[in-house]
């Protein structure tokens, strides 16, 4: 993701205006894409790095220039992360200037200028959120992404957490459809321990000057997964795993690189210490690609000698790296040319001609069903995780009229911050606006839960739990309380909680399965399901016509 997003990282680039081709139709609706967590957030730039699009001038080639040929005791590493299915590039407006940004036309056309410096001695990495994110190619789940990616002949990719959200079947369907292999070392079947059939732990590519390993890492919790989408499998931690396979890749590569997803400090929720543990933990790794915070390092980040290397996310920059090779032990030397982001943008290189065509293509269908206007907003709805978000509000109300609509007699709604991953402009409000703001693809259920489990819900978004929109009920907390003991007041219809009293709840599956560590949803009973979030949403917005971003105090903090 992401996730539900990793904090620790930092949004997409701020831009004046950015234009994306619109909205789906109801029926578009069920490849819905899982938009890219553009909004990770955190207060300080980590030691190293800097947000995504704020690589200072000079940093990169000299956009559209061939490099000088590569050293012959060289290989080269071009890699991205956290696609999240930006196919096509963003048309932004930046100082009154437009310019293209992004898009896998335009990082095929780079590669394939940087590949020919030493085509034999490049390796071509992505690690992971790669397909769901956008409408263009969340209509096929996908497989536009994979065929532009093979065409610009990508060598591996490793699973994010949001490359199993379409479920299984689809990935092993994408997965045979690839040029190249889906990694992943810790992510196994629960039945055999095994890498389930549709990736590989690792692979090994003799690059000339050195045999080189690459074993992938997924982020080690399934909870921020739908629990359908990877029922079976098992989630493992990242250093135990490459220990397990390390004696393999040694006797079979002479340099081991590391492609995660698993965060530098191990996401939001700082799961196993992320790459810098891992670092320190297995020396053997010479190199890290990571993914999952959506940061950008202009200078590469060290934990012990083992360097770490990100992109930041939706394409806006491509990442090379240089290793030197020691001749007579065919060892890592040195990494030269390595503190080098490619930003991604109009004029950098020649676009992919393959891949500018798929772009074309898909971008027609995304046109046809995504155009559609919904209705306008008064004013900015930004995105955050504040409980009484205007954005939010909008979404949990929405939730709540659908569940009483729909006969199911509901008395309060709840929605995941961490699932709403847009803001919404002032004017027009399109379904491709709002398959942004809600790209994961949930439906929108009813699940019956005691007074006494509903009060556990709201511990848990008042505690440690992922914070929640809510609408029907309010809340006053105070978080210095032990634990369990936060809730201060709760109302549902204006009336206090009732321990005894059954309450009807619509929310989403993704937190009835447990997400964002709200357990308490899956201890209720009679569920029910019914359509997808953001058709939910758009049939709401349709009929109010106009939205205006109020915030209604439904959750206070003492």
């Given at each position: 993701m992401a996730v539900v997003g990793p904090a620790?990282?930092?949004?997409?680039?701020?831009?004046?205006?950015?234009?994306?081709?619109?909205?789906?139709?109801?029926?578009?609706?069920?490849?819905?894409?899982?938009?890219?967590?553009?909004?990770?957030?955190?207060?300080?730039?980590?030691?190293?790095?800097?947000?995504?699009?704020?690589?200072?001038?000079?940093t990169a080639a000299p956009a559209g220039k061939t490099l000088p040929a590569l050293a012959a005791d060289r290989f080269q590493i071009l890699h991205t992360n956290d696609l999240h299915g930006r196919l096509d590039a963003a048309q932004v407006l930046t100082g009154g200037k437009p310019f293209e940004q992004g898009g896998l036309a335009m990082i095929g056309g780079m590669?394939?200028?940087?590949?020919?410096?030493?085509?034999?001695?490049?390796?071509?990495?992505?690690?992971?959120?790669?397909?769901?994110?956008?409408?263009?190619?969340?209509?096929?789940?996908?497989?536009?992404?994979?065929?532009?990616?093979?065409?610009?002949?990508?060598?591996?990719?490793?699973?994010?957490?949001h490359d199993f959200d379409w479920g299984q079947e689809q990935l092993a369907a994408n997965a045979k459809e690839a040029t190249f292999p889906f990694l992943t070392a810790n992510v196994v079947d629960e039945a055999t321990g095994q890498t389930p059939a549709?990736?590989?732990?690792?692979?090994?590519?003799?690059?000339?000057?050195?045999?080189?390993?690459?074993?992938?890492?997924?982020?080690?919790?399934?909870?921020?997964?739908?629990?359908?989408?990877?029922?079976?499998?098992?989630?493992?931690?990242?250093?135990?795993?490459?220990?397990?396979?390390?004696?393999?890749?040694?006797?079979?590569?002479?340099?081991?690189?590391?492609?995660?997803?698993?965060?530098?400090?191990?996401?939001?929720?700082?799961?196993?210490?992320?790459?810098?543990?891992?670092?320190?933990a297995v020396p053997e790794i010479d190199l890290i690609v990571a993914g999952h915070d959506h940061l950008a390092f202009r200078t590469a980040r060290s934990s012990g000698k083992t360097?770490?290397?990100?992109?930041?996310?939706?394409?806006?920059?491509?990442?090379?790296?240089?290793?030197?090779?020691?001749?007579?032990?065919?060892?890592?030397a040195s990494v030269q040319g390595a503190d080098v982001l490619l930003p991604?943008?109009?004029?950098?290189?020649?676009?992919?001609?393959?891949?500018?065509?798929?772009?074309?293509?898909?971008?027609?269908?995304?046109?046809?069903?995504?155009?559609?206007?919904?209705?306008?907003?008064t004013g900015l709805f930004v995105q955050d995780r504040e409980m009484n978000n205007p954005l939010g509000n909008v979404v949990a109300d929405?939730?709540?009229?659908?569940?009483?609509?729909?006969?199911?007699?509901?008395?309060?709604?709840?929605?995941?911050?961490?699932?709403?991953?847009?803001?919404?402009?002032?004017?027009?409000?399109?379904?491709?606006?709002?398959?942004?703001?809600?790209?994961?693809?949930?439906?929108?259920?009813?699940?019956?839960?005691?007074?006494e489990q509903l009060r556990e819900v709201l511990e848990g978004m008042a505690g440690n739990a992922g914070r929640l929109y809510m609408s029907g009920g309010t809340m006053k907390y105070r978080f210095s309380d032990p634990p369990d003991q936060r809730v201060l007041e709760a109302t549902v219809a204006g009336a206090p909680l009732d321990a005894k009293r059954v309450y009807r709840v619509a929310t989403i599956d993704y937190l009835l399965g447990g997400g964002d560590g709200h357990s308490g949803f899956a201890k209720g009973t009679n569920v029910m399901y019914g359509e997808l979030d953001v058709d939910v949403v758009a049939a709401y917005v349709a009929a109010k016509g106009t939205l205006a971003p109020v915030s209604p105090g439904r959750v206070t903090q003492d």
């Open positions: 620790g990282g930092y949004p997409a680039t701020p831009v004046t205006r950015a234009t994306r081709r619109g909205p789906l139709t109801r029926s578009a609706l069920l490849a819905l894409l899982l938009v890219v967590l553009s909004a990770c957030t955190a207060a300080t730039p980590p030691p190293g790095g800097v947000p995504t699009g704020m690589v200072p001038a000079g590669i394939a200028r940087d590949r020919a410096r030493a085509p034999e001695r490049t390796l071509v990495l992505d690690a992971g959120d790669t397909w769901v994110g956008q409408l263009i190619s969340g209509l096929d789940r996908g497989r536009s992404m994979v065929k532009a990616m093979s065409l610009i002949g990508y060598d591996a990719q490793t699973l994010g957490n549709y990736a590989k732990p690792f692979i090994v590519k003799d690059l000339k000057v050195a045999k080189v390993a690459v074993i992938g890492l997924t982020y080690p919790s399934s909870t921020i997964i739908r629990a359908a989408a990877v029922k079976g499998l098992r989630f493992e931690k990242a250093i135990d795993s490459v220990r397990r396979h390390l004696p393999a890749m040694k006797a079979r590569a002479d340099i081991i690189v590391a492609l995660t997803h698993i965060g530098v400090q191990g996401g939001s929720a700082r799961l196993d210490g992320g790459d810098s543990a891992l670092a320190q360097r770490i290397f990100q992109t930041g996310a939706n394409g806006e920059n491509l990442g090379r790296v240089e290793v030197t090779v020691d001749p007579s032990t065919r060892k890592l991604v943008a109009s004029g950098a290189a020649t676009p992919h001609p393959e891949v500018a065509k798929l772009v074309a293509e898909r971008r027609a269908e995304a046109e046809k069903v995504g155009a559609k206007v919904i209705g306008k907003a929405a939730l709540l009229e659908y569940g009483r609509k729909q006969g199911w007699r509901s008395d309060i709604a709840f929605y995941n911050s961490a699932g709403v991953r847009a803001a919404v402009g002032e004017g027009d409000v399109t379904y491709f606006k709002l398959a942004e703001v809600l790209p994961f693809q949930n439906s929108v259920v009813s699940v019956d839960l005691t007074g």
